[in-house]
Structures are given as structure tokens and as C-alpha cells.
């Protein structure tokens, strides 16, 4: 996306959510989240994709705000100051309920804490797959070592800091 449509995006997302949550007054949309814009390269359209909270029939919400079409792109051209607005094609977005499945076989799995990983770790097998990036023998507790000692002035150069004013200036 270039750096147009994804202004655009942005804006007509924070438009929309404005307008949908204090001036469409009609109750069968409910509570609805803007989750994204997606605007095509042209502007001439723009895919909002939507969740519905607290609902168990997100088809007659999604049909609700179908209808207030006219009326969100009417105000969005007032608020962008633009003449021509992007068409609203309303998708619902199903992320959510996605997440929501894949944390549920986690669970199943009995991996759904971080913890259950951090116990399993084995800093010997984690060497070992480091080693076959870095074909080195490579120890952990060095490379602490390593970045962690203190570096003295004489570590430095003068000349590595060229045209550099390091003199403590008042303000």
C-alpha cells in the first residue's frame, strides 16, 4: 500500500468509528468495532472490516449498517473535506473468532501459558540450534559476558569522532 492509501485508511477508520459511535442513532447496529480500512489504490473504494459485540445475529447488525451507507459516507466527505469518498463495502471480520479457536487448541494441547514454555527450556538444546546458524561453539554465558564489561575512555578514539563538540554546553 502506498503512503496515501494508508492515510486515507487511517482516517476514514477514526472518521467512521466517530461517527458511527455518536451519530447514527439507529439501535439495530449495536455496538460495533472498526478493526481496519482497506482503500483501493484509486480511492474509490474502501473495505471496513467490522466485529459486532454482544450479539448472536451479526448478519442483521451487518445489514443495519448496510443501510446507513448514504449517511456515514455523507458525513466522512465533510470530515475528510474531500468531494469523492471512498464506496463503504462493510466485511465482517473474522479474526477474532479466529484467535479465539487457535487459543482454544492451545489450551486443548496444554500449552496455553507461557510458563508450561519457560519450565520446558533446555539451554543445552537451545545451544545446539543456535550452533547450526553460527557453525561456532557458542556459549551464552560468554556472549553475557561479553556485552556487559564495562568500557573504559581508553577505549575510545578522538579521531573516531570527527567535526564532534562534546564540550558540556549551558542552556
Avoid: C, W
Wanted: hydrophobic share 30%; net charge negative.
Amino acid at each position: 500500500m502506498s503512503f496515501k492509501q494508508d492515510r486515507l485508511s487511517v482516517s476514514v477508520m477514526k472518521h467512521l468509528s466517530e461517527i458511527i459511535t455518536y451519530e447514527v442513532k439507529n439501535p439495530e447496529i449495536g455496538f460495533v468495532t472498526i478493526t481496519g480500512v482497506d482503500v483501493s489504490p484509486d480511492g474509490s473504494y474502501a473495505k471496513v472490516y467490522v466485529t459486532f459485540l454482544g450479539t448472536k445475529d451479526v448478519s442483521k447488525n451487518l445489514k443495519a449498517l448496510e443501510r446507513t451507507k448514504g449517511f456515514l459516507r455523507t458525513k466522512l466527505s465533510k470530515r475528510l473535506g474531500k468531494r469523492i469518498v471512498p464506496e463503504l463495502n462493510f466485511v465482517l471480520d473474522k479474526s477474532y473468532d479466529e484467535g479465539n479457536k487457535i487459543e482454544s487448541i492451545l489450551k486443548n494441547l496444554g500449552l496455553e501459558d507461557d510458563e508450561d514454555i519457560e519450565e520446558d527450556f533446555d539451554e543445552d538444546v537451545y545451544n545446539k540450534e543456535l550452533d547450526k546458524y553460527f557453525n561456532e561453539d557458542f556459549d551464552v554465558e560468554e556472549l553475557d559476558e561479553y556485552f556487559n564489561e564495562d568500557l573504559d575512555e581508553d577505549d575510545f578514539d578522538e579521531d573516531d569522532f570527527e567535526d564532534e563538540d562534546f564540550d558540556d554546553e549551558e542552556e
